[in-house]
Each structure stands twice: as structure tokens, then as C-alpha cells.
């Protein structure tokens, strides 16, 4: 995800007609609903696209027609330059993630340094009110800068900071108006003001930035000897060097660091900010989460992953968090790679497919009370942990979440360390506002803490 260079803008809420419209094995190419429930289809300014309700339809596109859903949408926004050599890139991404990051043992020690880097810089605050944004931002966003550069930025960095600040008010931009007109009637372009001419300028002095330090990390690299996922890249340019056809190019290893620095960041780090605030509007869930820490691991010890299949409530907590608060309420939009049919009706190849991952979450069928935030849904009469299927925050199929199993270390593993050593409020206890702030992502409008130490 990263806006001026990947993803497309949310669209503005649709209005589905009645049931049946089109009448029998209707092609979809107009504002028709495909089913009033499961899905229906939008004309977004000239761009074709079908959204999918609720967990079965999202289940029958991305998971048994995994292939043809693949694809995502060439939206003018969209500076993404290697097109269907999506698969080679993302290939690549993984593994380095896997070799650098989660499966390294060692990598657990590095979240847990970081967590307690986190930690103390919480306790300057001694208890008094403060915006916990900058730092979590600060936290998360170095675990992936371990995976990509090899190394952290520290919380004092304020260029850094400055270039997550600008690219992930990108995420926000991309969903607003102007941005979507954009994507419908590229000559907007040209037009000097509105917010498409912010974005660009943010995602100008993104790349500017990130160009740099590239450059820097790259320096005294050793061919096929990789120390992060910037030489791995580059040793992968080396390698296909004289194929004509192949992808891999200094801008779009530019491109890749960013989307996965921002898809990363954004999301790992709202989760959080949502998980602190629950925790400060619910202290009784707050004390049962400290009451399961202090039993299994203890006051001083740091949390690790092998205390996590011990802690159910935790995981019922934080899985809780995750499908209440939705993230990523619609996904990345995908796009279909050839004529399909769908539950009766036929979708055009090149059709841009909308997930609304928020349904599946509210899916009357596969939740019960979905709008009551309730961690229990997540236990058994034991007090187990259960698995729902219909618990798809990463998304499914064969572009869902690349970042899954990192993402889980670090909330895990920065939620108990934090819940270990303070006890959250709100200052004067007064509840702020907890009405989303609208964007690619849902994140909490700003809001203050008080960390007090336990
Ligand atoms: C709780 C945290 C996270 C959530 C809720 C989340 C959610 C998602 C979702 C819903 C998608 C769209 C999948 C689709 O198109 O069907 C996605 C894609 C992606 N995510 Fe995450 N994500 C998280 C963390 C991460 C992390 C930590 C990274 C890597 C550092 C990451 C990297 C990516 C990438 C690169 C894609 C695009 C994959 C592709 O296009 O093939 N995500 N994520």
C-alpha cells in the first residue's frame, strides 16, 4: 500500500439497487447489483468495479478463483511500474522477510529491543498525558527498517520521521475526493491545486528520500552476499541483468522498499493505537489482559512468542481489535484477469474488485452481536483460543497480506510488553472521540494517554 505509487482511493459510499436487475447471467458492466447482499457494482467516474460483501463472496473470488483475482487495477495512481512481474516481487519480499526477519530466531530479540527502546521512552512521560502515535510509528516502522536496511532510526531522527509523516498522509489523501477524481479523469493532473497535487509532492520527496538511503545502505555491498532486502534486490538485478524482460529496476526497488515500508507501518501501527484505546475504555478487559501476563510471564521478564500460545485471552483481545476495528476496512482493490462468473453473473476481465473486508467482519451470518466489541468470540467454554474462518483482516488468496506473520510478532509482543509494565487511562477519564478517522486505512482520531507504571 502506498499511495502516489500503489493503491487506489476508497470510493465514496455506493448505493446498491434491488435484487435481480439485471435478470438472468447478467454481464456486469453498469451500476447493477450482483447480489443486494454479497456484492454489487460500481461506475466510479468511468472505472468499472465490483465490490464483494461479506465472507462468502470474498471467499468464493480470492480463494477459488484465486488466479483470476489476482490482479490489481492500472489506476493512474498507480506508479506501480512492474505490472505483472508483481509475482517475481513479491516472491522476493517474502523470502527476505522470512531470512531477515520472522525466521530468524534471533529477530523475536530484536522486537523485544526495540519494545524496550519503546518502553523507556513512554516512562519520560511519568504518567503524564501524551500522544502515543509518534512513538508506536517510531517502534513498528523499525522493525521492517531491520528487515529492508539492516538497520533502526532512532525516535529523536526527525527526517525519518518527516518521510513516514508525509507518506502516510498519502494514505489519507488517496482517499479523498480529488485523488479519486484523479484516478477517474487523469487530466486533472494538471490542474495546479487540489489534493492530487499534495500527493504528488509528498510522494516526490518520498522517493527523493528514500533514493538517498538506498544509495547509503547499499554502499560496501557484497554481490550474493546480502545483508538486507536492499542488497538482495539488487543482487536479483544483477542476476537479470540481460534479460530483457525481467522487472527488477532501481525504480522499482525504490517503489518496493516504500510500499512495504508504508504497508508495514500504517497498519501494525493503527492496530495498536486502537488496541491502547481499548484497553483505556474497557480497564476490566485491561486487567484481565495483566492478569494473564503477570501469571504466564511474570512482572520483569520480557514477553516472548512462546508465552503467546499460553495466553488466550490476550489473543482473543488483540484478534478482537483486529476484526472490530478493521484496519483496512476495503482491502487493496484486486482486479480480474479474464471474463468470470460469479454466483451467476459475469464479470469482465480488467474489472477492478473492491473487498470489503469490513462486511466480512460484520457479517451477521458468521458473527453474532458483531457490533459489540466482545473478546470472548474468540474463546471456547475452556477459555481456549478459536480460529474463525471468517476472521480475514490480512485478506486471502494469493495477494493477501505479505507481512501477516510479522505483524502478529509485533503486536504481540509490544501490546503485552506494554500492558506488562503500565496501566493506560485517559486523562481525567475523559473518553475521546471513537469515531475513525477515514482513510485507505480506519485509525483513531488523535487521542491522549496516561501510561502510569504498574
Ligand atoms: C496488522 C497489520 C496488518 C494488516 C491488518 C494488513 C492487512 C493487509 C491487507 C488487507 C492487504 C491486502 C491484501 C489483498 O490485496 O487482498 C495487505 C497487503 C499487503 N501487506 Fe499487509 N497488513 C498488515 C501488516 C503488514 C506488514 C507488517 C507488512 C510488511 C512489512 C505488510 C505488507 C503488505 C504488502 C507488501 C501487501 C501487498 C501484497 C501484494 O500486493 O501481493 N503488511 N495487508
Redesign the pocket.
Known amino acids: ?1 502506498s499511495p502516489g505509487m500503489t493503491t487506489p482511493p476508497l470510493p465514496q459510499q455506493p448505493v446498491p439497487v434491488p435484487d435481480n436487475a439485471l435478470g438472468d447471467n447478467p454481464v456486469v458492466t453498469e451500476c447493477h447489483t450482483i447480489s443486494y447482499c454479497e456484492g454489487y457494482h460500481l461506475d466510479l467516474g468511468g472505472i468499472s468495479a465490483v465490490v464483494l460483501n461479506g465472507y462468502d463472496a470474498v471467499k468464493e473470488c ?1 480463494v477459488h478463483q484465486s488466479d483470476i483475482f489476482a490482479d ?1 487495477p492500472s489506476l493512474p495512481l498507480f506508479k506501480n511500474k512492474y505490472g505483472r512481474g ?1 509475482t517475481e516481487h ?1 516472491k522476493l ?1 517474502v523470502n527476505t ?1 522470512r531470512i531477515f526477519g520472522y525466521g530468524q530466531r534471533s529477530f523475536e530479540h530484536k522486537i523485544s529491543e526495540e519494545s524496550l527502546f519503546f518502553l523507556d521512552a513512554i516512562d519520560t512521560y511519568k504518567g503524564r498525558p501524551f500522544d502515543l502515535k509518534h512513538l508506536i510509528t517510531n517502534a513498528v516502522s523499525n522493525i ?1 527498517n531491520l528487515i529492508i536496511f539492516g538497520e533502526r532510526f532512532t525516535y529523536e531522527d526527525t527526517e525519518f520521521q518527516h518521510m513516514i509523516e508525509i507518506f502516510s498522509e498519502n494514505v489519507e489523501l488517496a482517499a479523498s475526493a480529488s485523488v479519486f477524481l484523479y484516478n477517474a479523469f487523469p487530466w486533472i493532473g494538471i490542474l495546479p491545486f487540489g489534493k492530487h497535487q499534495q500527493l504528488f509532492k509528498n510522494a516526490a520527496e518520498v522517493y527523493e528520500f528514500l533514493h538517498e538511503l538506498i544509495e547509503r545502505v547499499s554502499e560496501n555491498r557484497k554481490p550474493q552476499s546480502p545483508r538486507h532486502f536492499v542488497d538482495a534486490y539488487l543482487d536479483e538485478m544483477d542476476c537479470n541483468g540481460n534479460d530483457p524482460e525481467s522487472t527488477y529496476s532501481r525504480e522499482n526497488l525504490i517503489f518496493s522498499v516504500g ?2 515500508i508504508i ?2 507501518t500504517e ?2 501501527t493503527n ?1 495498536l493505537r486502537w488496541a491502547v484505546l481499548f484497553m483505556a475504555l474497557y480497564p476490566n478487559i485491561q486487567g484481565q489482559v495483566q492478569k494473564e501476563i503477570d501469571l504466564v510471564i511474570g512482572p520483569n521478564k520480557m514477553p516472548t512468542l512462546e508465552e503467546k500460545s499460553k495466553m488466550p485471552y490476550t489473543e482473543a483481545v488483540l484478534h478482537e481489535v ?1 476484526r472490530f476495528c478493521n ?2 476496512p476495503l ?2 482493490f ?1 482486479a480480474t484477469s479474464k471474463d468470470t462468473v460469479v454466483r451467476g453473473y459475469t464479470i469482465p476481465g480488467g474489472t477492478t474488485v473492491i ?1 470489503n ?1 469490513y462486511s466480512v467482519h460484520f457479517d451477521e451470518k458468521y458473527w453474532s452481536n458483531p457490533e459489540v466489541f466482545f473478546p470472548e468470540r474468540f474463546l471456547d467454554s475452556n477459555g481456549q483460543f478459536v480460529k474463525k474462518d471468517a476472521f480475514i ?5 494469493r ?6 506473520q ?2 502478529r510478532m ?2 504481540f509482543l509490544f501490546f503485552t510488553s506494554l500492558l506488562q509494565r503500565f496501566h493506560l487511562h485517559f486523562p481525567h477519564g475523559v473518553v475521546p472521540e471513537l469515531k475513525p478517522k477515514l482513510g485507505m486505512t480506519l485509525q483513531p482520531q488523535p487521542y491522549l494517554i496516561c501510561a502510569e507504571r504498574r
Open positions: 500500500m480470492l490489481r508483481w513479491r519480499a522477510f521492517t510500499e512495504l504497508a508495514g497498519t501494525t492496530v483486529l484496519i483496512v482491502g487493496i484486486h473487498t473486508l483482516p490480512f485478506s486471502l488468496g495477494r493477501h497480506c505479505l507481512g501477516e510479522l505483524a509485533e503486536m
